[in-house]
């Protein structure tokens, strides 16, 4: 009887030890939890203000047909387009891209086209510090024409690069002003929300 009198006493102080243990983890359980939330409780959010206004886009694309680009050397072109596109937010400029197309009857002279004018054009640019192929320059062998294109964001408009665009004189890059600049040079715009 003995060893059963010790074995039970053995017995309720494993069990009273085991509660305590989980009485004990119980208890910093919740101690973590809340000061959890007293933490995240702590903050203090604060708006002033109105919502920002919504932002427009609009587009501007502007094409002229038989205008020579002013700052190639070699056309002999059989005709010659030019198409200058604009992204506009809220009504100031943001990118703008030119396209120039020279077309010919013979692919000798879309060579010597492409050759010449992007030699010139390059060392156009490296006179002014902008280095070689600036402005998004490429140019293009078509099968039937010749294709330099330009691309630029707004912030790299400046009295140097502004006459690569054909926006010489131009100070003021809002929807107005673009279209009257392009259209006093013969192109035709429309513009688009």
């Known amino acids: 009887m003995e060893e059963s009198s010790i074995s039970k006493t053995k017995k309720v102080k494993k069990k009273s030890k085991t509660n305590w243990y989980l009485t004990i983890g119980i208890s910093l359980l919740l101690t973590a939890v809340v ?12 708006t002033s203000g109105d919502w920002p206004e919504l932002e427009t886009s609009e587009s501007l694309s502007c094409e002229v047909e038989g205008l020579a680009y002013p700052l190639f050397k070699y056309d002999n072109s059989d005709r010659k387009t030019t198409k200058v596109s604009m992204v506009l937010n809220n009504g100031k400029l943001r990118t703008i891209s030119l396209v120039y197309q020279l077309y010919y009857s013979d692919s000798s002279k879309i060579e ?5 004018n992007h030699a010139a054009m390059n060392l156009r640019m490296q006179d002014e510090g902008l280095g070689p192929d600036a402005l998004g320059m490429n140019f293009a062998r078509l099968a039937d024409s010749m294709k330099m294109s330009l691309y630029a964001d707004a912030s790299a408009l ?3 690069t502004v006459k690569y665009f054909e926006l010489d004189n131009v100070s003021k890059y809002d929807l107005g002003t673009l279209r009257t600049a392009y259209e006093q ?4 715009c429309v513009a688009k929300n």
Do not use: H, P, V, W
């Open 35 to 46: 000061l959890a939330i007293c933490f995240f409780m702590q903050g203090e959010t604060k």
């Open 112 to 116: 010597r086209s492409e050759a010449e």
């Open 158 to 160: 400046n009295g140097g």
């Open 185 to 188: 040079k013969g192109f035709g």
